[in-house]
């Protein structure tokens, strides 16, 4: 009997990682294209001003906005879209500040909306215990 040795092939023992690397693209872009697509809030054409910006935190910080009709909105407890009273501004920002007296504290202000709007919503969260309060600009 006449054997035909047979040759052995070896093991490949790589793995294809071009599929993955495929996947990975794809998940890329579609985070790069929808990441702004989430920004939410309201609407308001911010003042131009040449200023640092706020050191970083871990926090989220609360943001109120007053629009071009002098309407509340906070951003934090709520739908962010709706407008609120001052006394719901103020019972919010008090429950916030008493559970986290330290959280930074932003007002956005419509660069057509009247000054004095801008001012008494200040007013108001220092009256709730606000010790500092920042102005977002552009």
Same mark, same amino acid.
């Given at each position: 009997?006449?054997?035909?040795?047979?040759?052995?092939?070896?093991?490949?023992?790589?793995?294809?990682? @071009?599929?993955?690397?495929?996947?990975? /693209?794809?998940?890329?872009?579609?985070?790069?294209?929808?990441?702004?697509?989430?920004? !939410?809030?309201?609407?308001?054409?911010?003042?131009?001003?040449?200023?640092?910006? @706020?050191?970083? !935190?871990?926090?989220?910080?609360?943001?109120?906005?007053?629009?071009?009709?002098?309407?509340?909105?906070?951003? @934090?407890?709520?739908?962010?879209?709706?407008?609120?009273?001052?006394?719901?501004?103020?019972?919010?920002?008090?429950?916030? /500040?008493?559970?986290?007296?330290?959280?930074?504290?932003?007002?956005?202000?419509?660069?057509?909306?009247?000054?004095? !709007?801008?001012?008494?919503?200040?007013?108001?969260?220092? !009256?709730?215990?606000?010790?500092?309060?920042?102005? @977002?600009?552009?």
């Amino acid at each position: 009997m006449i054997r035909k040795e047979r040759k052995k092939r070896k093991l490949n023992s790589d793995i294809n990682v @071009v599929p993955y690397i495929d996947v990975t /693209l794809v998940l890329l872009v579609i985070f790069m294209v929808t990441a702004p697509m989430l920004t !939410q809030g309201v609407n308001v054409e911010l003042p131009q001003a040449a200023a640092e910006p @706020v050191d970083d !935190q871990n926090e989220e910080p609360v943001i109120l906005t007053v629009d071009a009709e002098g309407a509340y909105y906070i951003n @934090v407890g709520g739908d962010e879209k709706a407008p609120l009273s001052r006394d719901e501004v103020a019972d919010r920002v008090g429950k916030i /500040l008493a559970s986290a007296p330290e959280k930074l504290l932003l007002v956005r202000g419509d660069k057509s909306v009247n000054y004095d !709007q801008v001012v008494q919503l200040m007013v108001l969260l220092q !009256q709730v215990g606000a010790t500092s309060v920042g102005l @977002v600009t552009e």
